[in-house]
């Protein structure tokens, strides 16, 4: 879509932001892909917004596989990547009959506030579970749970937290379920594909989703939604139907299930592995599995991203070493995103890598990882991500608001200091869209994402 720069008394109710409103302080005010209505617009001017990017008209983009071939030349592959997954389906326009007239549609903040109250009743039923199980288990609850972490609720102004918060909780209701009781609720999965499924697969930013780990105890559910967030996206961007998304976003909040049940002083030290917790920590993709198996009313199809997220595509993983003939379109998806959400998170023994770092890391690795996923991922996300603070050519600082799908090297930014690091008033912060500025490029991210 076409983008252009207004001033907001020129904003009309009906345009869709393309880029995030975001203050001089940091403050979110307005996501990218948001309608606007005449609420939004007197919130803007109550904070002093003086210019919003807008998208201009709706029309198809093809991918820019030009990108991507700077990409893997920028990194020494010479393999040239297909583009078969990214192209958009084309189908052949025909003369349909008038539609029926569709049912009303939900009022967006009417389901919001749905979501918020089912919210509400999952973490009641956590609460009570949580002392079922304490004194059914003792000892063992308090390990798992401490291994997991509880879901910690968030701002109401993140975007799409009510959204978030849901999905953190149901993740940790069907572990808890899985591990102590050997069962997934029907209705877990109902509301997984009616609230979060539907509503976010297509979420254009999945950076204003991510959760945050906060401490090295937090960090295992922390990493499973975060896994499922990435998948559901990448899977979304596929074209995949509903019941694939669902299957390998639920596939991807329990890949990880198996690590719950490895002692936890193996894999929470703040020093590499050694070579005995290593053993140990490498059986979680068959413990994983198995649990998942063995429960009644779970699929094979959520067994796999379990099994497989550690099995690469030259047969070097494990735990069998499978080729890339052999692993699930699910693994593959899963594989990927676990591991650059690993890299862009703090482990007790290291600090986060930066989005550009770990998906060179990706895009440089195609014995390993999906090419054609790969891709999809990159434009997902983009070498800089939304909310990353980067240093331009020039010596300015800008913040991140939106990535370009058909340059991932080319960003939308807003000025916050100049060259000699003097910050910038407000009201002469330009929002620059670095696809029309060849003059201007991001040489390095300058520090991480902030915690929402």
């Avoid at 393309?18 to 919130?43: F, P």
Wanted: proline letters at 6%.
């Amino acid at each position: 879509m076409a983008r252009k720069t207004i001033r907001l008394e020129k904003a009309e109710q009906g345009l869709k932001l393309a880029s995030a409103v975001v203050t001089v302080a940091g403050q979110r005010l307005l996501s990218a892909g948001v309608m606007l209505d005449e609420e939004k617009i007197q919130l803007l001017k109550k904070h002093g917004v003086r210019y919003i990017q807008v998208f201009e008209q709706t029309y198809d983009e093809p991918v820019d596989t030009q990108v991507f071939s700077e990409i893997i030349k920028n990194l020494g592959v010479t393999e040239a990547p297909s583009a078969a997954a990214l192209e958009p389906p084309r189908s052949a326009k025909a003369v349909l009959p008038p539609a029926p007239p569709a049912p009303a549609a939900e009022d967006a903040q009417a389901k919001t506030e749905r979501v918020r109250k089912k919210a509400d009743e999952v973490r009641e039923r956590l609460t009570e579970d949580k002392r079922k199980y304490s004194d059914k288990y003792g000892e063992r609850y308090t390990s798992v749970s401490y291994t997991l972490g509880d879901p910690a609720p968030f701002s109401k102004s993140t975007p799409y937290a009510p959204y978030v918060d849901l999905l953190s909780l149901l993740a940790r209701d069907m572990t808890d379920k899985l591990i102590f009781e050997r069962k997934i609720d029907a209705e877990t999965i109902q509301v997984l594909v009616k609230d979060i499924v539907s509503e976010l697969s297509s979420h254009g930013s999945v950076m204003q989703l991510l959760t945050a780990a906060y401490s090295v105890s937090r960090y295992l559910l922390s990493h499973m939604v975060n896994v499922g967030l990435y998948s559901m996206r990448v899977a979304s961007e596929m074209k995949l139907t509903q019941a694939e998304v669902t299957d390998i976003t639920v596939g991807a909040i329990l890949h990880d299930i198996g690590m719950v049940l490895i002692p936890v002083g193996f894999w929470t030290t703040r020093r590499e592995l050694t070579p005995r917790a290593r053993s140990e920590v490498q059986k979680h993709p068959e413990l994983g599995a198995q649990l998942i198996r063995e429960t009644p009313g779970t699929q094979e199809a959520w067994s796999l991203p379990a099994l497989e997220h550690h099995e690469r595509l030259d047969g070097s993983g494990y735990p069998s070493g499978k080729p890339a003939g052999k692993l699930s379109l699910a693994s593959r998806i899963v594989q990927l995103c676990d591991v650059y959400e690993a890299l862009t998170s703090d482990r007790s023994y290291r600090y986060a890598k930066f989005p550009d770092i770990s998906m060179k890391h990706i895009l440089g690795s195609p014995e390993q990882f999906d090419r054609d996923i790969a891709q999809v991922f990159c434009k997902c996300l983009g070498f800089y991500p939304e909310g990353y603070q980067v240093k331009l050519a020039t010596g300015e600082t800008a913040v991140v608001l939106s990535s370009n799908p058909k340059n991932v090297f080319r960003p939308v930014v807003k000025l916050l200091t100049d060259a000699a690091g003097t910050d910038v008033p407000p009201e002469a912060q330009l929002v620059l869209d670095l696809t029309n500025r060849l003059d201007l490029r991001v040489i390095e991210i300058s520090n991480r994402r902030a915690i929402a």
